[in-house]
């Protein structure tokens, strides 16, 4: 046993298990909630299989807590209606121990913005569904920490990729096409300017929120890999691969035709707006009181498409 303070990470999927190796690595004692049992998890975390959306059993389960991580996720066409009862959960748990907890964020809450570069004293005026209960859950998460029951801070990131991350913008229609010698799937304008957030970059900054007074009651962009067009990124693609990857950009008419079949193309038709314009997460809030540790954005690309090369996904 040991006698340092307790980390319990909420969910073990993409981001769960990146922070859950980080938090090992660093030697901290981590137990680990999650509804399924993780394939791979390091020696010595405590897993506890529990579903979240039960608020009695998520706040047992975390008794005795320091330090809570919520890095919880739905499946993405239930995300409005299987997200919040999660994060509520998340909140009994961290009401109930008084542990910090630490909440990662996407940046579906802003809504469709003009272009310039994203800072966190943006208004949460999100127009599409997932983007309205994104907003909404952040409006609980401060309104629970105005009346005191919890603690907070929040690490938002834009459109994730790395290691064992499939089904985002930056996943497998990128990656697993690539190496299976076929062109990117890809919505919107590929020379605009993108930020894409680097999962082991994005574990990093969470553990980094944690372990800092200065964090608590604030939101902070995570810093992550150079923010360049997609083009640019796809450029590096193809020299990991060893060939030249083209895009196939997918027509939006040809989307919403999709989206009437299909309840997953329905949702990714509807955050589209964010690849119509320049889509930058500005850092420099956290880069200036934390530093900016993070993975270079070729080096990032390589380390993703060395995973992709060894679990051979098809495509």
């Known amino acids: ?16 298990l990146a922070l859950i190796s980080h938090l090992v690595g660093e030697g901290k004692e981590v137990r680990v909630i999650s509804m399924h049992r993780p394939t791979l998890l390091p020696d010595g975390v405590d897993l506890r299989l529990i579903d979240a959306a039960n608020h009695e059993a998520a706040a047992e389960a975390a008794k005795g807590a320091a330090v809570i991580y919520q890095c919880l996720n739905a499946p993405y066409a239930k995300w409005p209606e299987r997200f919040p009862p999660l994060q509520r959960g998340v909140v009994a748990a961290a009401e109930r121990t008084g542990a910090l907890l630490v909440t990662l964020e996407n940046v579906y809450g802003y809504g469709p913005t003009d272009g310039s570069p994203m800072t966190e004293d943006l208004p949460l005026a999100a127009t599409t569904v997932k983007g309205r209960a994104r907003a909404e859950m952040t409006r609980e998460l401060f309104a629970a920490s105005k009346d005191e029951r919890i603690r907070i801070t929040i690490g938002r990131a834009s459109d994730f990729f790395g290691a064992g991350v499939t089904e985002s913008t930056f996943g497998d229609h990128i990656f697993a096409r690539a190496l299976a010698g076929k062109k990117a799937d890809f ?5 605009f300017l993108h930020t894409y957030s680097y999962v082991p970059d994005i574990a990093r900054g969470l553990a980094t929120l944690g372990a800092d007074d200065r964090a608590i009651g604030q939101v902070w962009h995570l810093p992550g890999p150079e923010t360049v ?3 640019d990124a796809m450029e590096m693609v193809s020299t990991e691969v060893g060939f030249h990857v083209g895009i196939r950009n997918v027509p939006k008419a040809i989307l919403s035709i999709l989206s009437l079949f299909s309840p997953t193309m329905k949702s990714i038709s509807e955050m589209s707006y964010e690849f119509d314009a320049p889509f930058v997460l500005d850092t420099s809030k956290y880069q200036s009181t934390f530093g900016r540790d993070v993975t270079p954005l070729k080096r990032a690309i390589a380390d993703t498409v060395t995973w992709y090369k060894s679990h051979e996904i098809a495509f």
């Open 187 to 191: 919505i919107g304008n590929p020379d």
């Open 229 to 231: 067009t997609t083009r």
């Open 1 to 16: 046993m040991t006698n340092s303070p307790l980390h319990v990470v909420f969910g073990a999927g993409q981001v769960g």
